[in-house]
C-alpha cells in the first residue's frame, strides 16, 4: 500500500478536509507559479492537461523559501516583489497549504495566507543560512571524482527510466569499496547524522535527489545557488506527493520525482504544460 493514503487532517475550523473523490487535489512547481504570474500561463490552459476540470491547487512553504531568496533590485524591490508573490498564491491556491508537522512529520491541509505562513517561516533566518551551507558541503569536483571512479556515463544515465535507474546505480555502487544498495546508503547516512532519528520522509526524499544529482542522473546545471535550489526541489517532490498529480516545466526535477515516486508507491502523476519540455 503506498505510504501516501494516510494525509492527516488538521484539527479545527481551517482544516479544508478529506479528498472528494471528483475533485483533483493538484501541486504545482514554483516554475508554474512564476509564469503564472508573469502572465505566461494561465489556469484555464492547465485545466485541459487534467482530466477533470474540477481541481484544488496546493502551495507549501517551499514555494515562499523560493521566494525569500530574491533580494530586490532597481527595477523592482524586495517588498513589493513579495507582496506581488504572495497576492499569486492567494489567487492561485485560494490559499489551500500543505503543512508539515514535524512534531510526528504529519502533513496537513489547511487555508492560510502566504504572509502568514512567510512571516512563521522567516522567523529564525539563520536556519535558512544553515541550510545553504549544507547542501554546498560536497564539492562539484569531489562529486565529479564519485562519477569518475564509478565509471558512470551521465549522457547515457539519463536515458533510464525510473524503473532501470535504480538497478543501475546499485552494480554501480560497489566501487565505493561497500556492498550496499542506492536505498541502504541514504539509510545510512541519515543513521550517521546527530538528528538522523528525527528526520522524516521529507529528509529522505531530499537525500535522494542529492544523491542522484551527485552520480548524475538527470544534474542540475551548477550555479551559486544550485545545490540550495535543489532542496526545494526535493521539497516540491514531498509536498506534490500528497496529491494526485505534479505540474513541473524542469526535466530534471519530474526524472528525479519520478524516481522517488517509485521508490515510495507514491501514485503521482508527474506533467509538465509543454510536450516540448
Known sequence: MSIYKHL?????NKNIGK????????????????????????LNELKTLLPNKEINLFYSAAHLYEAESFPGNLILSRETF?????????????NNYLYLDLNGNIVRRLVEDPQNVYNTITEIPSAITA????????????????RDSLGIEVHKLNNYTEENVLEHLNAKLPGLGMDISFMELIEMSINC????????????????????DM????????TNT?????????DHCFNASYCDYFVSNDKR???????????YKAETKVISTSLNN
Request: aromatic content about 12%; proline content about 2%.
Open 82 to 94: 513579495l507582496n506581488r508573490r504572495f497576492q499569486t498564491i492567494r489567487n492561485l491556491f485560494k
Open 8 to 12: 492527516k487532517p488538521s484539527e479545527g
Open 193 to 212: 547524522h546527530p538528528d538522523g532519528s528525527t528526520f522524516g520522509l521529507h529528509n529522505r526524499i531530499a537525500a535522494i535527489f542529492e544523491l542522484l
Open 131 to 146: 541550510m545553504k551551507g549544507f547542501m554546498n558541503f560536497i564539492s562539484k569536483e569531489l562529486k565529479e571524482q564519485i
Open 253 to 263: 526535477t519530474r526524472n528525479k520525482a519520478k524516481v522517488v515516486y517509485r521508490i
Open 19 to 42: 479528498s472528494n473523490s471528483n475533485v483533483l487535489n493538484v501541486y504545482l512547481d514554483n516554475n508554474i507559479v512564476v509564469s503564472v504570474e508573469n502572465g505566461e500561463y494561465s
Open 215 to 222: 552520480l548524475g542522473y538527470w544534474k542540475d546545471k551548477e
Open 226 to 234: 544550485s545545490n540550495y535550489a535543489r532542496l526545494w526541489d526535493a
